[in-house]
Nanobody
Framework: QVELVESGGGLVQAGGSLRLSCGAP????????MGWFRQAPGKEREFVVA???????YYSDSVKGRFTISRDNAKNTVYLQMNSLKPEDTAVYYC????????????????????WGQGTQVTISS
């Protein structure tokens, strides 16, 4: 079992920035694929961004150019820098991870991730 620990959510005004982090403490090797999904009230969970230890970053169209994922493999931690935030970015953000080698077409599929963080609330005021 892998525990994912998230931090960094909060309340900011539109146009502001937040940085989320997600770590897998105690692991000697990190998950192959890690990513972020989000779920707004009354909506389904949606893909935001993902990265693989072999390289590659994958963004949803709604956040491309505003969000940046980065990964520290030595710390088994991923970071999500969110800039130019909009009210529609308001959601609970979930970190996800799997040790399976997801192919490119699968990194956006929530069901392909085996481990999930507890979620962190991000609220953007207009």
């Amino acid at each position: 079992q892998v525990e994912l620990v998230e931090s960094g959510g909060g309340l900011v005004q539109a146009g502001g920035s937040l940085r989320l982090s997600c770590g897998a403490p105690g692991r000697t090797s990190g998950p192959f694929s890690m990513g972020w999904f989000r779920q707004a009230p009354g909506k389904e969970r949606e893909f935001v961004v993902a990265t693989r230890s072999s390289g590659g970053e994958y963004y949803s169209d709604s956040v491309k150019g505003r969000f940046t994922i980065s990964r520290d493999n030595a710390k088994n931690t991923v970071y999500l820098q969110m800039n130019s935030l909009k009210p529609e970015d308001t959601a609970v953000y979930y970190c996800a991870a799997t040790f399976r080698r997801l192919i490119t077409s699968r990194v956006r599929i929530a069901g392909d991730y085996d481990y999930w963080g507890q979620g962190t609330q991000v609220t953007i005021s207009s």
